[in-house]
């Protein structure tokens, strides 16, 4: 199943119960923003926080960012009347916290088909938990079914040190195998995967080399908790200028007549494949979507 490209460099946390926040998202450029009715939410404003993020959509039917709205699990006190209000405004995706079993997630997809909720409103998975992270593999499979709406994994990366009592140090070796393993599992379910926040937002320098990391490693965006850290992430994720043109390279080489049936060319001193080819024209795609972002 072929899925539309979306830039999701950027993933920026804002609070539901943060009028100021919610204010300044229309001026932002992040790819993508998760209106938090979970974590950044405190008990006594759970029920505001819903009626904040109902007069925000309606006051802002379209955005150029993505917008998601994480709700809290449906087995508390708060995630029914979460699911209710999110899937009231129309946002891009749903975020589950927590997700554990793919049952999480295709409770929620058939909720949504009952009560005929818009086929666009797609589903993202947190994994910040160790059973999450050990059933990643299983879950990401619903990625492949068009019914389950799974569209992307966030990591969790402070529930996950704080369940497991491993230490968010700099450079997260404790965390790698289990990034790694989170990562593998989304790309066999054709998913996205959204790198975890880094905490100190004062930090600059760190944050720059874990989004340096999360490159290297293959996420596709980080998540973000504060408005400073969109430029440098955007920055981080943007495919260099040396890829870019590497690419362009072997699209028109393929183009020219003599090579269009070829399954190999040589090209630069060294042998390049179709699959090659496939990789280059989805990253010469994926800057035209940003460019028009």
Same mark, same amino acid.
């Given at each position: 199943?072929?899925?539309?490209?979306?830039?999701?460099?950027?993933?920026?946390?804002? #609070?539901?119960?943060?009028?100021?926040?919610?204010?300044?998202?229309?001026?932002?450029?992040?790819?993508?923003?998760?209106?938090?009715?979970?974590?950044?939410?405190?008990?006594?404003?759970?029920?505001? +926080?819903?009626?904040?993020?109902?007069?925000?959509? !309606?006051?802002?039917?379209?955005?150029?960012?993505?917008?998601?709205?994480?709700?809290?699990?449906? +087995?508390?006190?708060?995630?029914?009347?979460?699911?209710?209000?999110?899937?009231?405004?129309?946002?891009?995706?749903?975020?589950?916290?927590?997700?554990?079993?793919?049952?999480? $997630?295709?409770?929620?997809?058939?909720?949504?088909?009952?009560?005929?909720?818009?086929?666009?409103?797609? !589903?993202?998975?947190?994994?910040?938990?160790?059973?999450?992270?050990?059933?990643?593999?299983?879950?990401?499979? !619903?990625?492949?079914?068009?019914?389950?709406?799974?569209?992307?994994?966030?990591?969790?990366?402070?529930? $996950?040190?704080?369940?497991?009592?491993?230490?968010?140090?700099?450079?997260?070796?404790?965390?790698? #195998?289990?990034?790694?393993?989170?990562?593998?599992?989304?790309?066999?379910?054709?998913?996205?995967?959204?790198?975890?926040?880094?905490?100190?937002?004062?930090?600059?320098?760190?944050?720059?080399?874990?989004?340096?990391?999360?490159?290297?490693?293959?996420?596709?965006?980080?998540?973000?908790?504060?408005?400073?850290? $969109?430029?440098?992430?955007?920055?981080?994720?943007?495919?260099?200028?040396?890829? $870019?043109?590497?690419?362009?390279?072997?699209?028109?080489?393929?183009?020219?007549?003599?090579?269009?049936?070829?399954?190999?060319?040589?090209?630069?001193?060294?042998?390049?494949?179709?699959?090659?080819?496939?990789?280059?024209?989805?990253?010469?795609?994926?800057?035209?979507?940003?460019?028009?972002?």
């Amino acid at each position: 199943m072929s899925k539309p490209f979306r830039p999701r460099r950027s993933v920026l946390y804002v #609070p539901a119960s943060n009028a100021k926040a919610l204010a300044k998202v229309v001026s932002l450029t992040a790819d993508a923003v998760i209106f938090d009715l979970e974590d950044a939410v405190a008990p006594d404003a759970k029920e505001q +926080s819903r009626e904040a993020l109902r007069d925000y959509f !309606l006051g802002h039917p379209t955005s150029k960012a993505e917008r998601i709205v994480r709700i809290n699990g449906l +087995s508390g006190e708060w995630g029914g009347e979460d699911l209710l209000a999110a899937r009231a405004c129309k946002p891009d995706a749903i975020l589950l916290p927590k997700v554990e079993t793919p049952y999480d $997630i295709t409770g929620v997809a058939e909720i949504l088909e009952e009560t005929d909720a818009s086929e666009n409103i797609r !589903l993202w998975a947190m994994i910040e938990t160790p059973r999450g992270v050990l059933n990643a593999d299983e879950i990401a499979e !619903l990625g492949l079914r068009s019914t389950a709406r799974l569209d992307c994994f966030v990591v969790g990366t402070n529930d $996950i040190a704080r369940e497991t009592g491993a230490k968010l140090i700099r450079g997260r070796a404790p965390f790698i #195998p289990w990034l790694m393993q989170i990562l593998l599992s989304a790309r066999a379910g054709k998913l996205d995967v959204i790198d975890g926040v880094y905490n100190d937002f004062s930090d600059p320098d760190g944050f720059s080399d874990e989004c340096t990391q999360a490159v290297q490693m293959g996420f596709d965006g980080k998540s973000l908790i504060h408005p400073s850290q $969109i430029e440098p992430a955007n920055a981080a994720f943007h495919p260099d200028e040396n890829a $870019i043109g590497e690419a362009r390279s072997i699209v028109d080489a393929f183009s020219h007549a003599a090579n269009k049936d070829k399954g190999v060319i040589a090209l630069g001193g060294r042998m390049v494949e179709r699959l090659h080819l496939e990789a280059a024209q989805k990253l010469l795609a994926k800057i035209e979507t940003i460019g028009r972002n």
